[in-house]
């Protein structure tokens, strides 16, 4: 019944930026009432965290990896979260995932919700 949507991803060169958006959907999903959270994978590789923010008042978190080069925020009006992404490197290479969850949390198994994902690749 909710649905997450991801989209912003594609080829990119290192050094560049990206700007991704997740939508939220759902006639019972309270978005503004939900944490949201930005997490990645590459295949052989366990699911890793990379950013989330709280519904209120809107506190963040960020894996050490991508501190300083990436930001999270969101639109409760649009019910849209996005994750801004400067200075790609080549291990920022993953499938990129929204999540909602109750709480603000780096714990992939604390969210409720999860989107299809969109590809990122970072060349060198």
Do not use: H
């Not at 009432?33 to 978190?61: C, D, H, L």
């Not at 995932?97 to 299809?116: I, V």
């Amino acid at each position: 019944q909710v649905q997450l949507v991801e989209s912003g991803g594609g080829l990119v060169q290192a050094g560049g930026s990206l700007r991704l958006s997740c939508a939220a959907s759902g006639r019972t999903f309270s978005f503004s009432t939900y944490s949201m959270g930005w997490f990645r994978q590459t295949p052989g590789k366990e699911r890793e965290f990379v950013a989330a923010i709280s519904w209120n008042p809107g506190s963040t978190i960020y894996a050490d990896s991508v501190k300083g080069r990436f930001t999270i925020s969101r639109d409760n009006a649009k019910r849209t979260v996005y994750l801004q992404m400067n200075n790609l490197k080549p291990e920022d290479t993953a499938v990129y995932y929204c999540a909602a969850g109750r709480s603000r949390t780096g714990r992939d198994t604390d969210y409720d919700y999860w989107g299809p994902g969109t590809p990122v690749t970072v060349s060198s």
